[in-house]
Structure formats: C-alpha cells, structure tokens
C-alpha cells in the first residue's frame, strides 16, 4: 500500500497484493458466509442493489456527485439517497466529505437523522462495506486482536509504525434513536455519528472507527415497531438473547458490560493500548440503564463521554439559551436569564436526565425549578429516599423532595400547577402528545403572569420524526404563532402570520463534532461536564441576525463547522485552564486568547483534497479554506477510496 499527499493508504496495489479475510472484525454471520463480498452475493436482492448503486454512482466531480444524488432526494424517500452516500463513501471518501460539505443542510439529514433510524432497521436489507468494526461477544478476550486486524486493513500509521486512532464511536445497538433494540443493524449510527465529526469536526476520516458491540438483540418484542431484526435470516449478528440481570439500583441491564470480564472495560483497555491514551472513545446510543453506570465507571481512567447524556444536554441547553436569545438579543449573560425559569422535562430518559442535571449541576439552576416526569407522573422522592415516584438512581437525583398533590399522570395538569417556561419532550414512544390542550396551556401559563411574562419554549427532541412529540406546524398553530420551537429531526421552514420561521433543529451535531475534536486535539485526560455547559454557551453565542429573525433556537446548519470550531475551541481553553491538557495548541502565554487557541484548532481540521472546478454556471470552485463554511469542493485526482 501507497501513502497519497494527505499520509493516507491508497489500494493502488491491491489486486496484486490481496489481504486476508476479516475474522474477528466483521459480524458473525458475514464471517460465516467468508466475508464481506461473499454476503453481499448470498442475497439477490442484496447483490442487485449493490449493482445498482455502483452504476448510479459514477460522478468524478461534486457537482455531478450533487446532480446524482439529489435524482434519488427528489423521490422524496431518502433511504435510496442513503444507499446512494454509502457507495459513494466506499468508491471515493475525499468526494463524498466534500459532497456532504458542500449542501450538508441537505445531505446530513440524508447521512444521519433522521434518515438513519430507517437504516438500521434495514440494515441487514441493505449491502455492506469495508468500513466498520464489529466486536462480538463470542470473541471475549480477543478483542485487541480483533482491532489490530481492523487497523491493519483500513487505519494509517505514524511513523514510528503504531496505529494512528483518534476516535472510536461505539454502541451495543440497545437504544437507536427511538427504535428500541436493533442490536448490530445499529451500525448505521457510528458510521453516521464519525461523518459528521469529519464534517462539522474535522477529523480524519481515515483515523476513526465506528463500531459495534454485538453482545445479543432483544426479539420483535425489543423494538419499538415490532419488527423481526434477530431472528431475520439475513440478521448479521449474534442470534441470541441478551444476557441480562437486576443491578443494585434495581435496573435491568446487560450483564457483559460489568464485573471482571466486563466486555466495556476489554474494548477500551484494548484501544488505548493500541492507539494511546488520547484515543477518544465516545458512547453511543445505549439503553439508559447501562449508559450512566458505563459513563460512571469509565470517565476518569479514559478520554470518554456518552453523546446521549451529555452531547444531548449540552444542545438542549444551547437551545433554550437560544430561545432566551430570540427573546432578548442584547442579554450579555443567557445563563442568569436561564436561572429565573422554570423547567419541565416531558420523558426521564439519558437526554432528559442529562439536561436537568446539566441546568442544575452547572447552570445553577435552582432544583426546585426543575421538574422531570416519567410514566408516573413527576418524579418524586421521600426524605429518606425509600418512597417515590423513580425507577432508578439518575431518576432519583432529579426528583422533586415531595409528591405533587395533583395528578400528575397529566401533562396538562402538571402544566397548570408546575407553570414552566420551557417544555422539553424526550419521551421517544409516545408522538404527538404534545397536543392542542398542552400547547395552549404552555401558553395559558405565561399569559397569566403579570410580570416577566416570556413566551413558551416548546421542544420536541425525539428521533426520527415519526416520534416526535409535536410538529413544528402544530406547534405554531396551537400557539397562535407564540411559542418558540425547536426540534430534534428537522421540520421544513413555516409561515407564521406572514414571517417565515425555520424551527431550529436541536441536534447533538452542533455539539459533538467539536467537544471531541477539541478533547482530542489537547489530549484532554477527561471530559468533565462543566465543558458541556461551556459548549451549550458557544453555541448558543453563534446565533447570527438571521438565525435570530427565522426564530431558529440553533445556528444554521450551513455554519456548522464554524460553530463546532467555536465549541471546540471552548473546550480547550476549558481543559487549559484545568490543567487537564495533556497538549498544548498555543503558547503558555496565549492559553486565554481564544482567537489564537481557534486559529490553531483551524490548523488541524482535516478537508478533503480539492482543487478548482469550473461549476455548471461557469463559478470557479472555492480554495481548500473554504471547506470550514462548508461551501464546495471538487476533489484531486485520483480519487481516494477507503481502504
């Protein structure tokens, strides 16, 4: 194998120097059908639209890439456009970044949510590529193994001949999105989630891996639309159960996750004794029960978070720091607004959980002004802690100190007495229950105050769409047009009364992507959760005019990468003044200066290799520099697969 200009491997030689078949890497049943174009051949309808695929995909330039996907966006079903992206990403991987860059508010809908949660439904329907590492229960023990024979095949190396890894993105496919258990069909979501830390991040591609944990999959009866995943023929992992037992909090949770021969502990002993200490490892989408005892046990002996507790937190503050913004444009201190209100999360799920915490814990909200429910109602807890309305430890630490004395089974009640001034739906099972009656009364409440009167925040943050809470529409119409909306899957721009309103989509993207580029980039030794309140802050102060006049609660997606710069940025200059940077980016002197620490961090993002390209209209394609507004890009010749 070669090195291009960029230092990575290029399969120029690959035909004549073949490589062995992956063992330990792949799912268990692509390694029994002997390997990856073995399994894609098994199934007809597998092999067709692979054939299909690649004769769609044929485009040199990202103005033809564009032109070819869009052919399938224009159906108005992006799963076509998704299987689109993923044989592009195989064939060229400096054309398809580019492609994404160059109309990601488009395309990182079709890449990630809310497109992917369809995906991995289907993934087992769908062909399969080289990139992806699977590490399966049955393997216990071989695990390092296995990642080094994943490395060798698809990671660069440094020169002293290690692996170069800066980031793992990992999940056991419990929770996807709003889907329940899809066990290793969630592979869709690492892949996702690594496309865009190199969009709106600037990692390298080519120096992360996403992975799954293929510990079993619950049946059917495990996923929220009933569907037959395990037990498929063509299902391309474990086809077992899970092995589960009651912990000490009285939680369900998957037994192999914990104790000496935690499967967890063996995946990140293995890939910081491959690819070093500064190797980020980030959770992702794991049932709550597991997701906070893992993030509990791990945080301070690896560089770690868990995207769904605190990414999700991070952005929802950033949101309603935002629609504090919307309100008053010239406030210099969103956090102190932030303390006056009144919080009413709808769901005790990893994202709801870790947004109070979040308000309470680093915003200074005080606890009495925040309120989380669950199938019972508020969540409550005795003096003593033996009473109460909680199903687990994390619920109990947002527990209101007394039970309510209303019924508070119902949202609309809860809103009367509780009186909140932002409302914030993470439930993922129940859509729509944002009602008529729950908006109206979002808006009866602010109506009836005689001072400090503001106007509704409502979000619906459940994933996919089919979820969600509320559309922006309803919200709107409910409303009168007085609420402040946002949302976790992207609803279209809105007229309201004559003005158009773009509802702002409350992702992890604008979160994420940047606290782990700048982690990794200072070699932080932790992640502690101040730096996820510093994060919410950069995003909420990248809120431009524009935003503020469409009532977007986030920046728009086509700053993306400007705006994770600026999270990135924060959690340097974070982790600096902790003392928690193993690297240091600027001069000792300069650690302050956030324009030098982002200027340096600007240095590192990776772009694909461009050159000028006359588009259509004749436009002359824009510099390199250029890819930090996501604006177009043509790639080099020749074209840079993934190996």
Known sequence: YQRNLMGIHTSTDRETSPMAERTLSLPKAVVAAGGIDKWNASFASIALLKRTMEAACTATTVGEALAEVKAFTALGHNLYAYLYLRALASKSRDLYYGML???????????????????????????????????????????????EEYAERMLPKRDDGSYDCECIVFSDGGRILGLGDLGACGMGIPSGKLDLYTVCGGFNPSKTIPLMLDVGCTDASGNTDKLTIRDHPQYLGLKQERLKHTSAAGTEVNSCFYGPESVVAELMSAATELFGKGCLLQFEDFNSNDAFPLLAEHRERYLTYNDDIQGTAAVAVAAVLGGIKIQKPQSTDLIGEARKMTFLFHGAGS?????????????????SQIFVTNSRGIIWASEDGKEGTFRNNEQKAVAQKA???FDSKSLVDVIKHVKPDVLIGAVG??????????????????????????????????????QAECTAADCYAFSAGEAIFGSGTRFG????????????QVNNFFIFPGMSFGAMSCQARTIPDAFFMLAAEAVANSLDAHDIDLESVVP?????????????????????????????LVAQADVKDAAKVKAALAALMWAPSVAEAKEPNGHVGVELSDFGHCGNLEPQSPLTPFR
């Open 101 to 147: 860059a160059a109309e990601p508010s488009l395309l990182l809908p079709v890449a990630y949510t809310p497109t992917v949660g369809e995906a991995c439904q289907k993934f087992h329907l769908l062909p399969q590529y080289e990139r992806g590492a699977t590490l399966s229960l049955s393997d216990r023990g071989h695990f390092k193994a296995a990642l």
């Open 403 to 405: 039970a309510p004395s």
């Open 429 to 466: 099972r129940v859509p729509n229950c944002f009602d008529r009656a729950v908006v109206e009364e979002m808006v009866a409440v602010q109506q009836a105050k005689t001072a400090e009167r503001r106007r509704p925040i409502v979000f619906a943050l459940s994933n996919p769409k089919s």
């Open 493 to 504: 721009a809105v007229e309201v009364d004559g003005k158009m309103r773009e509802p702002g």
């Open 556 to 584: 728009s997606v086509g700053h993306i990468r400007d705006v994770n710069l600026n999270v990135a940025t924060a959690a340097v200059m974070a982790a600096e003044a902790r003392g928690l940077a193993g690297k240091h």
């Open 351 to 367: 994202a709801n959980l870790g947004g109070a915490l979040l308000l309470r814990d680093e915003g200074g909200v005080p606890a």
